[in-house]
């Protein structure tokens, strides 16, 4: 069982910037980020292959976000730029299962999830 920490939430003025990490207690495979606003589903944000090469993106945060990882330090980050009040949200981290190595949009590829971080935007 993998468990994930999500660090790096705060608050910021429209125009800044953030950057998430995630680290996980094991090695990790595809991974991903998803974030949940008040009354809203939980959506996707970015995804990373295991090799780093594949990643995908929200439309709405293609970009300005930008998602890489470390794998010697079992890490995987976001970097947030140009933020806006509509990415203020709880952002989650998740990892899918061992030897799924390519990166996912669905929330239902993901077995492992962090608690979760705030992201507050203020305008």
């Known amino acids: 069982q993998v468990q994930l920490v999500e660090s790096g939430g705060g608050l910021v003025q429209a125009g800044g910037s953030l950057r998430l990490s995630c680290t996980a207690s094991?090695?990790?495979?595809?991974m991903g980020w998803f974030r949940q606003a008040p009354g809203k589903e939980r959506e996707f944000v970015a995804a990373?292959?295991?090799?780093?090469?594949?990643?995908h993106y929200a439309d709405s945060v293609k970009a300005r976000f930008t998602i890489s990882r470390d794998n010697a330090k079992n890490t995987v980050y976001l970097q947030m730029n140009s933020l806006k009040p509509e990415d203020t949200a709880v952002y989650y981290c998740a990892s899918r299962s061992p030897g799924e190595y390519i990166a996912s949009r669905a929330k239902g590829d993901y077995d492992y999830w962090g608690q979760g971080t705030q992201v507050t935007v203020s305008s």
């Open positions: 990373i292959s295991w090799s780093g090469s594949s990643t």
């Open positions: 094991g090695r990790t495979y595809g």
